[in-house]
């Protein structure tokens, strides 16, 4: 739910009319079966463009969070140009949010992380295939001062642009909580997280689309491989 109309806007400026977009994600996977709505927006520029997203999740799942929001989370982006023709962008980065552990627990604070590095961009010359490739710094508050991370985006339109194939993938330096099996023995654990989360529409209309996504992670919130699908629909403004 993240990212995906960077890599649409930053080849085809000129083209693109709509980058903006309202999604909602019901969650089936292993002890989710909550909501999520997703908020995106990119708006380009002559200096460069700013794209952002919003996550918020309600309901209850594992966490036994049964009325409100139980994870508040962002992203905004800026990335840098100086002429039409200019390939390599400096950018810039900031994620952080909420979340709550157990429905009457306090609000825990996901850290403030912050980023910076270039990107490159990739595109047929129908634009129906986009990738862009992101490399950056990453400063975690109280964590991580000296992490990485890489970022992949991709958009792939099929059928006359009626199915769009799309996603990210990160892969990043991030100290880990200590992970414990079910008998309460201390597991192994690595530094290095990875997430990805592939999307599947189909275009009904150039506003209204019904489709699917399955985040893929690994160390990233327990020490296993995990996967989560959902069904969604997103409306185009």
């Given at each position: 739910?993240?990212?995906?109309?960077?890599?649409?806007?930053?080849?085809?400026?000129g083209?693109?009319?709509?980058?903006?977009?309202?999604?909602?994600?019901?969650?089936?996977?292993?002890?989710?079966?909550?909501?999520?709505?997703?908020?995106?927006?990119?708006?380009?520029?002559?200096?460069?463009?700013?794209?952002?997203?919003?996550?918020?999740?309600?309901?209850?799942?594992?966490?036994?969070?049964?009325?409100?929001?139980?994870?508040?989370?962002?992203?905004?982006?800026?990335?840098?140009?100086?002429?039409?023709?200019?390939?390599?962008?400096?950018?810039?980065?900031?994620?952080?949010?909420?979340m709550?552990?157990?429905?009457?627990?306090?609000?825990?604070?996901?850290?403030?992380?912050?980023?910076a590095?270039?990107?490159?961009?990739?595109?047929?010359?129908?634009?129906?295939?986009?990738?862009?490739?992101?490399a950056?710094?990453?400063?975690?508050?109280?964590?991580?001062?000296?992490?990485?991370?890489?970022?992949?985006?991709?958009?792939i339109?099929?059928?006359?642009?009626?199915?769009?194939?799309?996603?990210?993938?990160?892969?990043?330096?991030?100290?880990?909580?200590?992970?414990?099996?079910?008998?309460?023995?201390?597991?192994?654990?690595?530094?290095?997280?990875?997430?990805?989360?592939?999307?599947?529409?189909?275009?009904?209309?150039?506003?209204?689309?019904?489709?699917?996504?399955?985040?893929?992670?690994?160390?990233?919130?327990?020490?296993?491989?995990?996967?989560?699908?959902?069904?969604?629909?997103?409306?185009?403004?």
């Amino acid at each position: 739910m993240k990212r995906i109309l960077l890599v649409l806007a930053v080849v085809a400026i000129g083209l693109i009319s709509k980058a903006q977009n309202i999604q909602l994600h019901y969650d089936f996977g292993e002890n989710r079966k909550l909501f999520t709505s997703t908020v995106e927006m990119f708006k380009p520029d002559k200096y460069g463009s700013t794209f952002f997203f919003i996550d918020m999740d309600y309901s209850s799942d594992a966490r036994n969070v049964s009325n409100g929001i139980s994870l508040a989370y962002w992203e905004i982006a800026r990335a840098f140009k100086w002429n039409e023709t200019q390939k390599i962008m400096p950018r810039v980065e900031y994620n952080g949010g909420a979340m709550k552990l157990d429905g009457n627990a306090p609000w825990i604070a996901i850290e403030n992380a912050y980023l910076a590095g270039i990107e490159n961009t990739w595109a047929s010359a129908d634009f129906s295939k986009i990738l862009t490739l992101q490399a950056n710094y990453k400063y975690i508050q109280d964590k991580e001062n000296a992490s990485f991370q890489i970022t992949a985006v991709w958009t792939i339109q099929m059928l006359e642009n009626k199915l769009s194939f799309m996603g990210f993938a990160d892969f990043w330096k991030e100290e880990m909580d200590v992970w414990f099996d079910s008998e309460g023995n201390k597991l192994e654990k690595t530094d290095f997280r990875f997430l990805s989360e592939p999307q599947i529409w189909f275009n009904f209309s150039n506003s209204f689309s019904v489709g699917s996504e399955v985040e893929l992670g690994y160390n990233f919130d327990s020490p296993d491989f995990k996967v989560k699908p959902t069904i969604a629909v997103k409306w185009t403004l």
